[in-house]
């Protein structure tokens, strides 16, 4: 089946740090990747999105190419700031085997110092 | 242009008694999802409406678990004999299919469900 496996959190860092969350996939089919983001207090949002090999998705700083040589999709800001505090979900979905379901990964909370 | 609403925000019921979720969609979407969101399970999918079609509710957990979308609207959510272990924040989102893969899924804020 579908799976997603996320960087295990939870992640602080200092205003300005560079970011990684590593995201990797299990898929056996082609999905399309996402990342989505919970504010405190918040619903989920779409951060940003992949339909295909080699896409990179991008959004307010954040950047993500979909790699299916190494089946990852890892997140990455160069400059975080306090704002970017939340919890960030992986996930992919994949019409071929399970429809337009978003199978997610754990999550990993972000904590940005000023 | 509104979101996707869900209501009650909050539930707290007794174990054993029946509860009902509601999801308003954003208007034109045609796809519905309910997943769930607990701690030691993360987000999990429980049920998909897709236009007339029948849904897929190969994520329910239980056969306690129920849902119905009317008017290809309106969905609701019904767990009945709630249990503790169904505790957890109930969440719905709704897409407009097209014939594209990765059609963007627009949660609502959620249903926080606590079952004493």
């Known amino acids: 089946g579908n799976s997603v496996t996320q960087m295990e959190g939870p992640v602080t860092l200092s205003e300005e740090a560079f970011l990684t969350i590593n995201c990797t996939y299990t898929?056996?089919?082609?999905?399309?990747l996402f990342w989505y983001v919970q504010y405190p207090g918040e619903g989920l949002q779409l951060l940003l999105k992949?339909?295909?090999?080699?896409d990179k998705g991008s959004n307010k700083g954040f950047e993500a190419t979909y790699r299916k040589e190494t089946t990852s999709f890892h997140l990455e800001k160069g400059s975080v700031q306090v704002s970017d505090s939340a919890v960030y979900f992986c996930?992919?979905?994949?019409?071929?085997?399970?429809?337009?379901?978003?199978?997610f990964g754990e999550g990993t909370q972000l904590t940005v110092n000023p | 242009g509104a979101g996707v609403s869900q209501s009650p925000s909050n539930k707290v019921t007794e174990k054993g008694k029946d509860v009902e979720l509601r999801c308003d969609p954003i208007?034109?979407?045609?796809?519905l999802y309910w997943y769930r969101q607990s701690l030691g399970q993360g987000l999990e999918f429980l049920i998909y409406?897709?236009?007339?079609?029948?849904?897929?509710k190969s994520g329910l957990p239980s056969d306690r678990f129920s849902a119905e979308r009317t008017g290809g609207s309106v969905s609701t959510l019904t767990i009945q004999r709630t249990q503790q272990e169904d505790s957890a924040v109930y969440l719905c989102?709704?897409?407009?299919?097209?014939?594209?893969?990765?059609?963007?899924?627009?949660f609502g804020p959620g249903t926080r469900l606590l079952v004493l």
């Open positions: 989102a709704s897409s407009s299919i097209r014939d594209s893969l990765g059609e963007t899924q627009y």
């Open positions: 898929a056996t089919g082609y999905p399309s």
């Open positions: 992949a339909t295909k090999a080699d």
């Open positions: 996930a992919l979905s994949d019409q071929e085997t399970s429809g337009s379901r978003l199978t």
């Open positions: 208007s034109g979407h045609t796809a």
């Open positions: 409406f897709q236009g007339n079609s029948a849904p897929d």
